[in-house]
Structure formats: structure tokens, C-alpha cells
């Protein structure tokens, strides 16, 4: 992890809170001048915008974004009521989303929010916390990457990717931003692998994570900006693939093209489907022996 990944991931995990539930949250007031905001009535356009795409996302605004207001004694006496709006992590991520991309602070919070969110999920998912070898969070991996590239394939239909071979072109879009310019052939042979194997079944873990962070990233921003035309998707595709990337080298971690090559899922999966039926012959087994005592 380089110094200013360093910084920004210390800076809000040490503005970061605990309530009483254990649920943790972020004053707005707290981390907007963070943000490169220097006015508080700027700051609340970027919340109202991040609420629109909280909405859009089918996610009650309410849960991320709560009125949380406080009183200030003045002067004279008195007191005066300074609005906040305590912030869940998904609610600063769609508010460094949504913010002014001119600013520095923003690219720094939406890479690191994103990151942290996506963690969150994953690790939040009751399946996830279940596993325990690398063959259980490459299946799991797996079958999430299945589902959230029909999601992409969706998101690009709307955009425009209609047929087939426009379709593969987007798709190598994002892997030539994720993997330094490497489209799908170029992977394959980088890898060792033949055109008939699928890039995605000889992925570890650690790259699985990565190429699922690319698909949920490029699927939401083709959806939020309302993204039209071949040419457009495919520029947000490779974008989402650079910051992945960038993402990936801020923290230290190893570039995908650089991950050894697993074994192929398929037999991963194979041996799950035989072990299930060998478990599934016991249990039989067990419930004839109760049945004959």
C-alpha cells in the first residue's frame, strides 16, 4: 500500500463511528472539508445526488443516510441547529461517486469507499463467512462473477451492445484495462491456456475478486450515468478496468496477469457433485439403519 492510500484509509477509518447497535457511520459534517469541499451547501448537492442513486439502486435511503442534527450555543445565548446526516460506508461511497470529480479527495474516497464496500459485502454474505479453503471461495467467487456478468450484459444492452461481436469487444474493453492492455486472446496465451477454456474457470480466488469488483463497478456506472453508445460503454468498461488496476497496485497487490493459472473449476465442481452424492448415500444409508432398529 503506497503513503497516500496509506492516508486516506487512516484518515476515515479514524473519522469513522460505532453506535450503540454496533453499526458504524460517518458525520457528513465530519468529513466533508476531507472531501476538498469547503462549503456546506456544496457538500449537500453531492448528498442529494448520492440519495438519488441510493433510490435508483433500490436501497432505502433512510438505512444509509440518516438526520442526525446538532445544536451549537451562540455567542449571545441561544443555541442554533447545524443539520448532519450520519452515513453508512455504502452512503459515502455514493457520495464520493457523485461528488466533484475534480477534486483530488474525491478520486482518493471513491477508490477507497468502493473497495471498502465491496469488502463489506462480500464479507457480510452469510455463504462467504461459511468458507474456509481456496477451492470453497473460488466456487463462491464463481458463481458470483455468473451472476454479475448477466448484469453487465444487461447494463450494455441498454447502453447499446446489442449483437454478439460488439458484446465481445466490450468485454475486452474492461480486460484491457484490468490486465494492461491484455485482451481475452492475449490472457489465454499470457496464461497458458486454450481457446476453448474459459479465462474466468482457471481464476483463483484473489483474481476472481478482482474481475467481480470490474463487473459490479462497470454494470453500476453504465446504469447511474445513463450511458449510450457502443463506443461510450466500452470507454467506461476500460476505465473501470484501469482503476481496478490502480486500485490493485495502491494496496501492494499482485497484478492479475501476474496470479498463477488455477486448476479448472469444472473440476472443482465435479468433485463437489461427488462428494454431495457420497454424503447424500450415507444419510440414505443412516435413515434405513434407524428405520430397521
Avoid at 477508490?111 to 463489506?120: E, G, L, N, S, V
Amino acid at each position: 500500500m503506497n503513503e497516500l492510500t496509506k492516508e486516506v484509509a487512516s484518515l476515515f477509518e479514524t473519522l469513522r463511528h460505532v453506535n450503540e447497535s454496533g453499526g458504524e457511520y460517518w458525520s457528513a459534517r465530519e468529513i466533508y472539508p476531507y472531501l476538498g469541499y469547503t462549503q456546506w451547501r456544496r457538500f449537500e448537492d453531492a448528498i442529494e445526488r448520492a440519495k438519488e442513486s441510493c433510490k435508483s439502486a433500490s436501497q432505502p435511503i433512510e438505512r444509509h443516510f440518516a438526520d442526525a442534527g446538532k445544536t451549537s450555543p451562540m455567542p449571545n445565548g441561544g443555541t442554533k441547529e447545524i443539520p448532519d446526516i450520519h452515513l453508512t460506508r455504502y452512503a459515502c461511497y455514493l457520495v464520493a461517486q457523485n461528488g466533484d470529480p475534480r477534486k483530488t479527495e474525491i478520486a482518493q474516497a471513491q477508490t477507497y469507499f468502493a473497495i471498502q464496500t465491496r469488502y463489506a459485502e462480500i464479507q457480510q454474505m452469510e455463504e462467504y463467512q461459511r468458507l474456509s479453503t481456496e477451492e470453497e471461495m473460488r466456487l463462491f467467487l464463481r458463481q458470483q462473477m455468473r451472476e454479475h456478468n448477466t448484469e453487465l450484459a444487461e447494463a450494455a444492452q441498454k447502453a447499446g451492445v446489442k449483437e454478439p461481436w460488439d458484446y465481445a469487444r466490450f468485454q475486452n474493453a474492461g480486460y484491457k484495462g484490468l490486465y494492461n492492455g491484455m485482451d481475452e486472446d492475449a490472457i489465454h496465451s499470457h496464461k497458458g491456456l486454450t481457446k476453448s477454456q474459459k479465462i474466468l474457470d482457471h481464476m483463483g480466488s484473489t483474481e476472481l475478486a478482482a474481475n467481480l469488483f470490474r463487473a459490479t463497478q462497470a454494470a453500476e456506472k453504465l446504469n447511474k450515468d445513463h450511458v449510450q453508445g457502443k463506443a461510450n460503454a466500452n470507454h467506461v468498461h476500460y476505465e473501470v478496468g484501469q482503476k481496478v488496476r490502480k486500485a490493485i497496485a495502491d494496496i501492494g497487490g499482485t497484478m492479475p496477469e501476474d496470479l498463477p493459472t488455477a486448476e479448472s473449476i469444472k473440476r472443482i465442481e465435479s468433485k463437489q457433485r461427488k462428494l454431495g452424492k457420497v454424503e447424500q448415500k450415507k444419510l440414505e444409508q443412516s435413515n434405513d439403519e434407524k428405520e430397521s432398529d
